[in-house]
């Protein structure tokens, strides 16, 4: 573990363990901001995340055969169920017209699925379309995303 993350978690301990006002304002905007001050076992979940979990690279060899069902990526919409219900079912009216399978996902309650998002929705506000966990946005971006075509070549490939 790097110098910056122990003073990130060094930063998650302080405002974790602090009572009142003061601390849970902290939390709140550590949470707004994706999350900066973590704890070491999330800050170095992140780190293997990012390098792919120690997956190995593959070795160079011919193409696997062709199957006769293309994969097609995750698509899943994360919302909270009292803000943002009627918004969330009009990404699902856009997913369900271009023929796109989803999950649709409340986040109320549960903190490690919105840090989560949060951190990856780089301040977009919700709800929020992803697919094979890259964050496309909300209810225009996905609606461009399907005008242009590009939301179809994401789910199903080129």
């Known amino acids: 573990m790097g110098f910056l993350d122990k003073l990130r978690e060094r930063g998650w301990?302080?405002?974790a363990s602090g009572d009142g006002a003061l601390a849970e304002a902290a939390r709140r905007?550590?949470?707004t901001l994706g999350r900066p001050l973590a704890s070491g076992d999330e800050l170095a979940d992140r780190k293997a995340f990012a390098e792919g979990y120690g997956a190995s690279k593959p070795a160079v060899g011919p193409a696997p055969a062709a199957t006769s069902k293309p994969e097609v990526a995750p698509v899943i919409v994360y919302y909270f169920k009292?803000?943002?219900w009627r918004d969330a079912g009009k990404l699902t009216e856009v997913l369900e017209a271009n023929a796109i399978p989803y999950k649709l996902i409340n986040l109320e309650g549960d903190e490690a699925t919105q840090a989560a998002v949060r951190r990856d929705a780089k301040g977009r506000g919700g709800p929020l379309?992803?697919?094979a966990g890259e964050c496309v946005g909300g209810r225009v971006e996905l609606v461009n995303l399907a005008?242009?075509?590009g939301l179809k070549k994401r789910v199903f490939g080129a």
């Open 129 to 131: 379309c992803f697919i």
């Open 82 to 84: 009292e803000k943002q």
């Open 13 to 15: 301990q302080a405002i």
């Open 29 to 31: 905007v550590n949470d």
């Open 147 to 149: 005008g242009n075509g």
